[in-house]
């Protein structure tokens, strides 16, 4: 079992940055591949970012590629998700998830999501 809670979001005008976080409980956290989704009113959510248990093989959203950066660390059963250069098109709400074995791009794939936390990008 692996609870998560996002924290991080805000407002932040186009081209600023913000740092989202995702705290995960349970002992088993390093055991998890780590995924970011989002969704923006009115649309399904989206892939953004994922990573392996380990911290290696990164991918990203080609909408997010180069301007995002995925990472973790198991010692604090965090994941981090460090987004630059920010567009309005990026305003959505954020959600972590997580799930056994290999990193995966579909949501259907993780069994465990936090709440949500809002980035909202003003132009």
């Known amino acids: 079992q692996v609870q998560l809670v996002e924290s991080g979001g805000g407002l932040v005008q186009t081209g600023g940055s913000l740092s989202l976080s995702c705290a995960a409980s349970g002992r088993t956290f390093s055991s998890y591949a780590m995924g970011w989704f989002r969704q923006a009113p009115g649309k399904e959510r989206e892939f953004v970012a994922s990573i392996t248990w380990s911290g290696g093989s990164p991918s990203y959203a080609d909408s997010v590629k180069g301007r995002f950066t995925v990472s973790r660390a198991n010692a604090k059963n965090t994941v981090y998700l460090q987004m630059n250069s920010l567009k309005p098109e990026d305003t959505a709400v954020y959600y972590c998830?997580?799930?056994?074995?290999?990193?995966?791009?579909?949501?259907?794939?993780?069994?465990?999501w936090g709440q949500g936390t809002q980035v909202t990008v003003s132009s």
């Open positions: 998830a997580a799930k056994p074995g290999d990193q995966s791009n579909y949501a259907y794939r993780y069994g465990y």
